[in-house]
């Protein structure tokens, strides 16, 4: 029988794997040169620690038996508990769950969270389904997942799909299991179980801080800046908002239903109503309608992508004109976008420390419910803002050091900072 190398990855874990596992290795690959002494150590970053697949079995409503798959992944827990969302959607994968604890490692770090990474999946399409039934498939998978999480094990929170409910079901199954009501076991929850205040504005805020303090490296007054926002949701509506109140000018949105224009700057108030009201920006009377395609575009401060993955990718990327792109979706520019946005002098402020705010303030929810002692939303905001700023600067300063993109940066502070607890740590045994 052969041998296999000494650093032979497991079979799951396919080097050469293409989709967001291989994107997260090349990244690494890329950061490893900067790594020094480490770099030793860069290995532990290229395997999750623990990955486990479960059986979900539920009871449908008309009787019938239905299994789905699930997965919860903890990349890394070198600083901390696991921690990171639940997706429930039919095409996650055990791959993809991979990358995306991977990526909350990283985020975590950059950061500078006291957590590791870990993200979970179902394999399903909820909208098929009964909330009765998603909330049986819930707390199955919660009690299947049971022995893995826990507040200082992993902490779930909500992602695609998945929401505060969800979240209320997770932490009343690990509860009863436990025999204890254990809140600090997932984020994300209703404010009246535990959950924090600012939670549901955190991740726009964490875009408009980070967003600001690039506009001022790059010496843009924010006061008559032109943004464009892809996607009017949690994220992009409350970017749109702060930005509007600070006297910027959002001069476009784009959703899934169309995409609004006005160079003078849309009222962003009463778009948010025409939202709440139609479900998207389609028809409203007060801009004119735009080719999405002739969004990309604009002539822009700042381009914020809010809604999906790979949206500026090798296609549009040399049509983008914008100064500064903040990336409040996750993954929403391609490596190859990357390299042409870089090239052609455009800022990108990466996903990993530009939608950062939601898990500082999961961080926040999480110490409020150990201490039983719940902040008020003006301190919340306060202390993520702080924190926000804290962690751009570094980044920003390691970019500078190592002439370096911010997302390569983000990615030597955060491995930098991972690797080393690896090291002071040790190995055990
Ligand atoms: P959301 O569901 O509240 O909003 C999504 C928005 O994207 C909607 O306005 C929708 O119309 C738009 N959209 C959907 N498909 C589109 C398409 N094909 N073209 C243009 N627009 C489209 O979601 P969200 O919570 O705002 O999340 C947006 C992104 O931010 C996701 O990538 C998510 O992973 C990431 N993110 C969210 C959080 C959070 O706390 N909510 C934290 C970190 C990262």
Redesign the pocket.
């Known amino acids: 029988m052969s041998e296999l190398p000494q650093h032979a990855l497991p079979s799951y874990l396919d080097p050469n794997a293409l989709g967001p596992w291989g994107v997260y290795l090349e990244q690494v690959d890329r950061v490893s040169p900067y790594l020094g002494k480490l770099s030793k150590w860069v290995e532990t970053l290229k395997r999750p620690k623990r990955a486990l697949i479960v059986d979900i079995p539920i009871q449908l409503d008309n009787g019938n038996i239905a299994h789905f798959e699930g997965y919860r992944v903890q990349h890394n827990t070198s600083r901390g508990p696991g921690k990171g ?1 639940v997706r429930f959607h039919q095409d996650v994968t055990l791959s993809e769950v991979m990358a995306l604890s991977a990526w909350m490692s990283v ?1 975590s770090a950059a950061v500078n969270l006291p957590f590791g990474g870990a993200k979970g999946g179902v394999r399903i399409d909820p909208h098929n389904y009964s909330l009765a039934e998603l909330e049986r498939i819930t707390r199955r998978y919660t009690s299947e997942i049971g022995a893995i999480i826990g507040p200082n094990k992993d902490i779930p929170a ?3 799909n998945t929401n505060a409910q969800t979240m209320a079901w997770m932490m009343d199954t690990y509860s009863m299991n436990e025999g204890a009501t254990t809140t600090g076991v997932v984020t ?1 929850k209703p404010v009246s179980l535990g959950g924090s205040l600012g ?2 504005e ?3 805020r964490g875009v408009f801080v980070v967003g600001c303090e690039a506009a001022r490296d790059a010496g843009i007054p924010i006061e008559g800046a032109r943004i464009a926002i ?9 970017a749109a908002r702060l930005f509007y109140d600070a006297g910027a000018k959002v001069i476009a949105v ?4 169309g ?1 609004v224009h006005n160079a003078n700057g849309l009222d962003v108030l009463t778009l948010t109503k025409h ?1 709440e009201e139609t ?3 389609a028809g409203w009377p007060e801009a004119e309608a735009l080719d ?1 395609n002739q969004f990309w575009t604009l002539e822009t401060e700042i381009l914020i ?5 790979s ?1 500026i990718n090798e296609h549009n990327a040399n049509l983008v004109k914008a100064r500064i792109v903040v990336e ?5 520019t391609t490596p190859e976008a990357d390299d042409i946005l870089t090239s052609n002098g455009t800022l990108i402020v990466p ?1 990993v420390i530009a ?5 500082t303030v999961s961080y926040f929810e999480w110490v409020q419910d150990f201490s039983s002692f719940y902040w008020t939303e003006t301190e919340i905001n306060h202390r993520l803002e702080s924190m926000m700023r804290t962690a751009y600067a570094a980044i920003s300063a390691t970019a500078q050091k190592h002439k370096v993109s911010l997302r390569t940066a983000a990615f030597i502070v955060a491995c930098t900072r991972i690797l080393e607890a690896r090291q002071v740590r040790g190995l055990y045994p």
């Open positions: 969302g985020k909500p992602d695609v994300g939670r549901v955190a991740t726009g892809q996607g009017f949701g949690n994220v992009g509506g409350t784009q959703d899934h239903t995409c939202v479900g998207g920006v999405p992508p809010a809604a999906l993955e949206q409040g979706a996750n993954g929403p996903d939608n950062a705010g939601g898990v």
